[in-house]
């Protein structure tokens, strides 16, 4: 995978991912045009589609586009498969995810994603494994931020346990 965007009915970058080195000038062009191309089609359109010398693979959930670019041999529909496990977790996570989650919350929706994907290739297909991560790194930072001799000291030994 090349890339990942999700932006909005409306055109708005919400977040992305770049796993090939660009400058920020030629990320802004692609952005621009590929949201315009894909807000551009019809719904009832295929969800693939050739760009340069790229296979664009989009969904779209609610309001959220979610866009990934991957090489021309690449499988379109695993490709389609990664979107929708993507779009899962932010939702046993967020519970039914929508844009705001997103808007408020990209670091977790960015943690969500390099837990999943890694260098644009999937690291971990079970979602199960995935949100223990996720669990794990939340309790992990409430632990840093809590008071000295909360009741959180219960859980630090749950979470050495765990690993």
């Not at 621009?32 to 191309?37: A, G, I």
């Not at 969800?47 to 379109?76: G, H, P, T």
Request: net charge neutral; proline share 2%; aromatic share 12%.
């Amino acid at each position: 995978m090349q890339f990942m965007l999700l932006f909005s009915r409306q055109g708005k970058l919400r977040l992305q991912k770049w796993y090939v080195p660009l400058s920020d000038k030629e990320r802004k062009k692609i952005s621009r045009d590929l949201v315009q191309t894909i807000l551009a089609r019809k719904p009832k359109m295929c969800s693939f589609l050739e760009w340069r010398d790229l296979k664009i693979v989009y969904k779209r959930y609610a309001s959220l586009y979610f866009c990934c670019a991957v090489e021309d041999q690449d499988n379109e529909l695993i490709t389609l498969e990664i979107i929708h496990r993507y779009v899962e977790l932010l939702d046993k996570y967020f519970g039914s995810v929508c844009e705001l989650d997103i808007i408020f919350n990209f670091e977790k929706a960015y943690f969500i994603l390099d837990e999943f994907l890694l260098g644009g290739e999937a690291q971990e297909t079970s979602k199960k494994n995935v949100l223990k991560a996720i669990e794990q790194a939340d309790l992990l930072q409430e632990l840093v931020t809590a008071p000295p001799n909360s009741d959180l000291e219960v859980q630090v030994q749950k979470l050495k346990t765990d690993f």
